[in-house]
């Protein structure tokens, strides 16, 4: 089935089940540069300044060389960031991979380390606290993008979130009664809010499935490491991502649907005023009730353990 590519005729290359078509190398390039487009067209994006998050992996590494293309098609500015978390050979090589593809690119970057702003590694950093190590790394690497953007006058940050990631993410929600999950993040676009110095957020690949990224790269020469963090293991999400083989064997739609389903009830639904307001700590903005943000406790609670010890 779909052996051949729907726009020329020659053999494909790539089926794409959900769509129910295959693809030669050079129209698969126009079909996924054509979703990014859409994808922030369609949610109203009208240009602006964008921080792209690199961290080395397929996603993000497809995520800057399609931006980088498209920018004047989408009229961004756009500069990287990579934020290496010190964890151990994986951060050595995801660091590596983003300095090859920058250099050949020749974008503008900035490359930073969480031990600069935590004091500690993300290693030592999930050492002193009883979350998951990607709760504590994530809450990190938002602050961190959000600060760097913001001090670099960025509109927005652009993450290279696929729809295996977003639709596991809204699964895990649902199935472990998370709801507030659902209605808080994960939109196409968040639009800035200088006055709380919250930069945007741009997730132009949410349609756009892991394996489409990873092919992307390859045809493109893309380098990226393809190495799993040693800390993710045995992550929840990963268990859940599982589920979608057997829903996707019985409907190719199913992962795309669901995750389309999701999106506009979160639109229809009216979304209650969540108040966000600046730490009292880095003066960022927070949401928690006592007014110090999930970083700014993070940070001090590992200067007092390190004291302590
Ligand atoms: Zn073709
Ligand atoms: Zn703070």
Redesign the pocket.
Known sequence: MYRK?V????RASIVIERARVG??E??FIEYYERIIKRTLKRNGFSGGRVLVAVSGGKDSMALLYALNKLKDDLGIEIMALHIDLGIDNYSIESRRAVEKLLKELDIKYIIVSVKDYLGVSIPEAVKFVRKPPCSVCGLVKRWIMNKVAYENNYDYIATGHNLDDVSTYFLKAMFTYRYEDIVRGNEVISPPKPELKMVGRLRPQIFLTEKENLFYCEVNGVPYVDLECPLSRGALLKKYKTLWETALKLNPMSQYNFTRSILSIKKKIQQEEIEIKPCKICGFPTTASDGVCSFCKLREKIKIMKKNK
């Open positions: 590519c726009v020329c005729g020659k693809f030669c050079e129209h």
